[in-house]
């Protein structure tokens, strides 16, 4: 079921000091969102602006520092501009003045490197017009579309927006549902919300949000409890639910009350069935059952948010890994899409939160290092459904090849 563009796609701004980026932004909102002036080097830090593009819908742009700064301050910029292309979906290569080297060329190798589809944009046309020779040089070492704009001059602007239009890979647009493929039209879903420490104040947490959402799109009904209810429900209805979505925590309560022939699952697994790469997820959990003592593990939590005692990823996790184990385990936590700083190759198995609040390019790119070394990655859910015996359960509802 396809409901439109409903994610918002992740674009950054790349080039040398001075070639216009931040006024390149405001030409392409028509508002002044990005800070400008004629002095080198005025933007320091990628900055995100969350801004409606004519022609495209909502996106996010990353404006970011020059890649030709210098000095050991402009080496960590230039650091945390290249960090940005772990988490943007498309980019934009301006240049001006027909300057194009090894700056340029050095960037391309990353976008490359990332998979990233970018056009690239001569920008300052009126002061001087793109030559053939440096669109020649160009073609040397990229294939990306080329286009020319003076934003003064307010000069193929639109020519741009359209160019971009169409490079921005439709899959950032996240055109699939979290239960689009698994409940039909009146379909009833049971919705079974946990209420701790954790559940924020009158309202539910973005993935219990989010799949009643969800539920509501594809014409399915919603049945919303706390899995203190559950037995209750089961005792004064004779009501079947097509399809059981628990908080992964209560697995083990709610798989012993719902009835077998019921399909189970978590909101975690949900979305890592839509967001992460799931097989490896399956398959990764199979490690929990090999690790030694001495073992490390990283845990990875996609958001920042105030720990308390009940934090599922720094104590609840670490405390349930550590007793189905029966070994002696060290943890790291890294949260939001901060720099790991430890090597991953020191790690014998990484678990990723569900990742409600970042876009698959984020996920898979924060992933990307423990995959390419060959290490086990699991999810939150499956982890914990794993460790309570009923992973080929809670799968079945999405694997082909874990159906009975």
Same mark, same amino acid.
């Given at each position: 079921?396809?409901?439109?563009?409903?994610?918002?796609?992740?674009?950054?701004?790349?080039?040398?000091?001075?070639?216009?980026?931040?006024?390149?932004?405001?030409?392409?909102?028509? #508002? @002044?969102? +990005? =800070?400008?002036?004629?002095?080198?080097?005025?933007?320091?830090?990628?900055?995100? *602006?969350? %801004? !409606?593009? &004519?022609?495209?819908?909502?996106?996010?742009?990353?404006?970011?520092?020059?890649?030709?700064?210098?000095?050991?301050?402009?080496?960590?910029?230039?650091?945390?501009?290249?960090?940005?292309?772990?988490? #943007? @979906?498309? +980019? =934009?290569?301006?240049?001006?003045?027909?300057?194009?080297?090894?700056?340029?060329? *050095?960037? %391309? !190798?990353? &976008?490359?490197?990332?998979?990233?589809?970018?056009?690239?944009?001569?920008?300052?046309?009126?002061?001087?017009?793109?030559?053939?020779?440096?669109?020649?040089?160009?073609?040397?070492?990229?294939?990306?579309?080329?286009?020319?704009?003076?934003?003064?001059?307010?000069?193929?602007?639109?020519?741009?927006?359209?160019?971009?239009?169409?490079?921005?890979?439709?899959?950032?647009?996240?055109?699939?549902?979290?239960?689009?493929?698994?409940?039909?039209?009146?379909?009833?879903?049971?919705?079974?919300?946990?209420?701790?420490?954790?559940?924020?104040?009158?309202?539910?947490?973005?993935?219990?949000?989010?799949?009643?959402?969800?539920?509501?799109?594809?014409?399915?009904?919603?049945?919303?409890?706390?899995?203190?209810?559950?037995?209750?429900?089961?005792?004064?209805?004779?009501?079947?639910?097509?399809?059981?979505?628990?908080?992964?925590?209560?697995?083990?309560?709610?798989?012993?009350?719902?009835?077998?022939?019921?399909?189970?699952?978590?909101?975690?697994?949900?979305?890592?069935?839509?967001?992460?790469?799931?097989?490896?997820?399956?398959?990764?959990?199979?490690?929990?059952?090999?690790?030694?003592?001495?073992?490390?593990?990283?845990?990875?939590?996609?958001?920042?948010?105030?720990?308390?005692?009940?934090?599922?990823?720094?104590?609840?996790?670490?405390?349930?890994?550590?007793?189905?184990?029966?070994?002696?385990?060290?943890?790291?936590?890294?949260?939001?899409?901060?720099?790991?700083?430890?090597?991953?190759?020191?790690?014998?198995?990484?678990?990723?939160?569900?990742?409600?609040?970042?876009?698959?390019?984020?996920?898979?790119?924060?992933?990307?290092?423990?995959?390419?070394?060959?290490?086990?990655?699991?999810?939150?859910?499956?982890?914990?459904?794993?460790?309570?015996?009923?992973?080929?359960?809670?799968?079945?509802?999405?694997?082909?090849?874990?159906?009975?």
């Amino acid at each position: 079921m396809d409901k439109g563009k409903d994610n918002k796609p992740h674009i950054g701004i790349y080039g040398r000091r001075n070639v216009g980026k931040s006024s390149f932004i405001n030409a392409l909102t028509g #508002i @002044d969102v +990005a =800070i400008v002036s004629e002095i080198a080097g005025t933007t320091t830090d990628p900055v995100k *602006k969350s %801004i !409606e593009i &004519f022609g495209i819908g909502p996106a996010i742009l990353v404006d970011t520092a020059g890649i030709d700064d210098f000095g050991d301050l402009g080496a960590k910029r230039i650091q945390k501009t290249i960090q940005t292309l772990k988490h #943007i @979906d498309a +980019a =934009i290569l301006l240049i001006s003045e027909n300057v194009f080297g090894s700056f340029e060329q *050095k960037l %391309i !190798e990353e &976008f490359n490197n990332y998979k990233i589809e970018y056009i690239i944009v001569h920008n300052k046309e009126d002061l001087e017009k793109l030559t053939d020779e440096t669109v020649m040089q160009i073609q040397l070492c990229s294939k990306a579309p080329i286009e020319i704009c003076s934003i003064i001059k307010s000069q193929n602007i639109g020519e741009v927006i359209e160019l971009l239009k169409n490079t921005i890979p439709e899959t950032s647009y996240q055109k699939n549902t979290l239960l689009g493929d698994i409940i039909q039209k009146d379909s009833i879903v049971m919705l079974i919300t946990p209420v701790d420490s954790e559940a924020p104040d009158g309202r539910m947490i973005l993935p219990q949000a989010m799949a009643i959402r969800d539920v509501l799109d594809n014409n399915a009904v919603n049945i919303v409890l706390r899995e203190t209810e559950v037995e209750a429900f089961f005792g004064k209805t004779s009501l079947q639910p097509d399809l059981v979505i628990t908080d992964s925590q209560a697995f083990g309560y709610v798989n012993k009350i719902i009835p077998k022939e019921i399909p189970l699952t978590s909101f975690s697994i949900v979305y890592a069935h839509m967001r992460g790469p799931f097989e490896e997820y399956v398959n990764g959990a199979q490690k929990l059952s090999e690790l030694e003592n001495g073992d490390r593990i990283l845990i990875l939590e996609s958001c920042v948010h105030q720990v308390s005692c009940e934090d599922i990823g720094r104590y609840k996790i670490p405390n349930w890994i550590r007793k189905f184990s029966g070994k002696t385990l060290e943890f790291d936590v890294a949260a939001g899409l901060s720099a790991i700083e430890t090597p991953i190759t020191d790690y014998q198995l990484v678990v990723q939160c569900g990742g409600c609040m970042i876009t698959r390019k984020q996920l898979f790119n924060r992933l990307k290092p423990a995959l390419e070394a060959g290490i086990p990655v699991t999810n939150y859910g499956i982890a914990i459904a794993y460790m309570n015996g009923i992973l080929d359960r809670v799968v079945e509802p999405f694997l082909e090849e874990y159906r009975k």
